[in-house]
């Protein structure tokens, strides 16, 4: 039996820790050991949030790695979570992926590691995703849509078919990409917005349609 820890001890890490217990593996490969502090150190008020039996373990830097120990990162923001996601793999630490049993991934999806796949996604024919990847509640990612790693896609998102998303991109709640769309690596798209053809590397979108602020 394998032991998860959960990088990151803020509000996401604990809808990823509920998310875990309903997630295929819990209990017969994996149960829960508890937390790492991320970057950010918490507020005594948030510490007393997180679920009665899970525990804050250290942080990132200090943290011990031990045999039966596997990862996942709960951090959303992409360069903060390729960064701590980094540390732990430099240090022999090994990532799991954590995907909802009320998600649908279909057979000819391919997945990469580390991944979070939250409850009621689908993931349709020959979609792609990148290792370190967050797609969070109820997303669609239609057919053939490419996702880069370490992007983070949060609840709600349509992802229309034929899709192209970068590396290190974040797309906020209900935001809709039109099908055969192209977000580049590093990109914003803001929440709610509406993306009809094409994003730029790092730029960031917001409205409908979406326009660089």
Known sequence: MKNLIIIGAGGYAREVYWNAKMSSGFDSEWTIKGFLDGDVKLSAEEYTKLPEEGKVLGDVDSYEIEPDDVFTCAVGTPAVRKKLAEKILSRGGKFINLISERATVFPTAKIGKGLIVGLHC?????VEIGDFTIVNNA???GHD??????TCIM???????GTQIGDEVFIGS????VPHAKIGNGAYVGTGSVVLKKVNAGVKV???PALEM
């Open 122 to 126: 689908n993931i349709s024919d020959h």
């Open 139 to 141: 997303t669609i990612a």
């Open 145 to 150: 849509v490419k996702i880069g790693k370490y």
């Open 155 to 161: 609840a709600q998102v349509d992802v229309g078919g």
């Open 174 to 177: 209900h935001a809709v990409i």
């Open 206 to 208: 917001f409205g409908n």
